[in-house]
């Protein structure tokens, strides 16, 4: 093997060096928002906590509907974290996407549903559990419809006042509609 260095061979090397370079560029969308966390019903999200959606359902009656999530919520941060209805916000995407997104949450004061829960201003210290059911009212849901379950652990982090972060956990689930008029989510 020659140890020559010419000029073919820098411009060789340097194009494979470029190659490598732009495609490692390529593989940075590849993983997981370490920050924003997303699963499904049983699913298990680790953001400060191990916060688990253990099950979603939907009650209609007549042309009103609530959802209700339970919730097993444990911290694992140092400093706590204080769990109240403004650290959820629902969101309804129609399968329609003519339509406009709905979002719930506990201050709404457009008319449309408000986010509560069953056990409420709750303060966890570490390694502290809480079950809790989060309650939406006057929700609007159709076959096809995609519902999303945000929780930020830390809703005020660094602002100083009740602005949410980019650190959340994040829970899809999808509408379906049985055949006899009653809807599931998945």
Known sequence: ????????????????AAVAVAGSSLLV??????YQKTGKIGSTLKLMGAFKLESASLNSVSSSSTLTCKFNLKCTSKYGLNI??????VEVTPKDSSKTVTTYHAYNTDGTGGVTLTKSNNYLKKDESLETELKVTNIKV????????????????????????RAFCTWKMVAKDNGTGSITLE
């Open 142 to 165: 159709a076959d096809g419809d995609t519902i999303q379950v945000k929780f930020w652990p830390r809703p005020q982090a660094s602002e100083g006042s009740q602005a949410y972060t």
């Open 29 to 34: 969308g590849c993983g997981e928002d370490e």
């Open 84 to 89: 109240v209805p403004a650290n959820f916000q």
């Open 1 to 16: 093997m020659s140890l020559e260095f010419n000029r073919r061979s820098f411009l060789k090397y340097s194009a494979a």
